[in-house]
């Protein structure tokens, strides 16, 4: 949508700012509550019941906790290397991670499927949408399962409680909520950082008489419908509100709105959200570029589009690269002599960040038909302040006659009642209360995985990082022999697509593995030297890229509070994940692992 007037940056500086400074409170993270005791009854899994078995008291060569993206890359890594004594734990009934919770209507990636769903060529898997949906990255991730047998050692419904290194018998010994008690040569850690959902801090949320669940315990027997797209039959009479307007609202949404008698959106920050433009996959067009190698040149070619880099062509074209082409261009637009200028580099970017967030403005108004709602929904920061949202159906469904926007002003649901919800003074009354609250960001990494990690000579992984993290490769940490970590941080860092991080460390834990075996090494470890030459370079870089003085607050700038003074080590390879993927292939293949202590 092309501009028609000229930007006042100024202005919408003040206004960013007046817009967050609403949103500013002092608790910060503590506004939200951790589900427990009387709260409890929301992580309960309506998906898969809980069946029992004996408990386990034997040895793997590898343990991997968490059954996501992480643990079944890794596992089918490992298997291809020929280690098939894999045990991957999971707290869910199946694997999939965040894709066996998340089955709320109309959930589906948000980066395309040819780069966000792994293993596509090795399992021959073509996705059947751009954005595919939810029930089919789940099959996908059974799919990987069921191809590598990592069924056959699984355990699922199964809560870690304690992980401790033996160091006289060189093992990890898991404890686990199921009166496990098993010990693994090596151990994986893939416990993501979105998978423990969080409720507002709201007063009266425990007295609602009505019904209420959270999205990421989706009650099909109460709204009727399913995770396929079924209508939500059992909602025609229903008023129900929903509290949250991120990135999970988004994509439910539209279904909320076509069947509920009344619909009440709260929102206290809407979202961004450009077009998505999701079409089915045409099987010819796929066969042409499905040529052996393929998924890896997708990967690399969005991760070097996305992240600034100079590509021939955009195979992806998605809202992603979109925003990168639109900075490099605006960047290239400066005269010569300032491209290197970086007061001159960042002016370009926020003219382009300015450009773009007045075009997903405009749109609201070309959609929504009520002036008053499409005033209220447009998002007033730039466009990395939150997860950057796309999608086509979403502001239609502000045109429904069901469909009502209770916007608070930046000031969030002031509290639940017996009966329903208050916003502005006034309650309205529902049956049904569903929370979109998301998942804790920022809380401790015990009180998210639920067990302490303990190392050699009693060093807790806690207190070993109470000052920042401290790795190489965001893979390896000193201390914790034979431990391997699978996340972006330290690593490649890449958050647009983060299954491109996985695919790299899984490949590297699983060559590593495979070395040690194949030498008899009881232990593998990173140097002290090693970890800390990398971290002294990760500490060249330009540093967190994420947040703004003027950003609203939300889980990416640790909802407008001061970081700690360790949150400077969350950052990735200084000269981007283009290079460090580049980079890490070539540490792994020339099989000396520089940096780490085989023994």
Known sequence: MPQTKAIDKEALKRKYMEERNKRLRPDGNAQYVRIEGQLSHYLDDPYVPVTEREPKTDHVTVAFIGGGFAGLVTGARLVEQGVTDVRIIDKGGDFGGTWYWNRYPGAM????SFVYMPLLEETGHMPTEKYAHAPEILGHCQRIGNQYSLYDNALFHTQVTALNW???AKVWQIKTNRGDDFTAQFVGMGTGPLHVPKLPGLSGIEEFKGHSFHTSRWDYDYTGGDANGAP????????????GTGATAVQCIPHLAAACKT??????????????DNQPTDPDWFRGIATPGWQQRWLENFTQNQTGGIAAEDLVKDGWTDLSRRIRAKINSLPEADRGNPLKMLSAYEDSDFEKMEEIRARIDSVVEDKQTADQLKAWYRQLCKRPCFHDEYLDAFNEPSTVLLDTDGKGVERITERGVVVGGIEYEVDCIIYGT????????????????????GVTLTDYFAEGMRSKHGIHVRNFPNAFFVQPTQGANLISNVPHNIIESGMTIAMMVRHALDHDYQTVEVSQQAQDEWVDLLMTGPGMMLGSPDCTPGYYNNEGQPASDGAKYHVGYPTGATAYFKYIKAWRENGDFEGIEFD
């Open 263 to 276: 619909f009440y959106v709260c929102q206290r920050t809407p979202s961004s959200v450009d077009v998505r």
């Open 232 to 243: 939500l039959d059992g909602l025609g009479d229903k008023r129900v509100a929903l509290i």
């Open 438 to 457: 998301g998942f804790e960001v920022g809380t401790e990494l015990v009180a998210r995985t639920g067990f302490e990690t303990t190392g050699r000579r």
């Open 109 to 112: 990636c948000d980066t395309a």
């Open 166 to 168: 033996d160091e006289a």
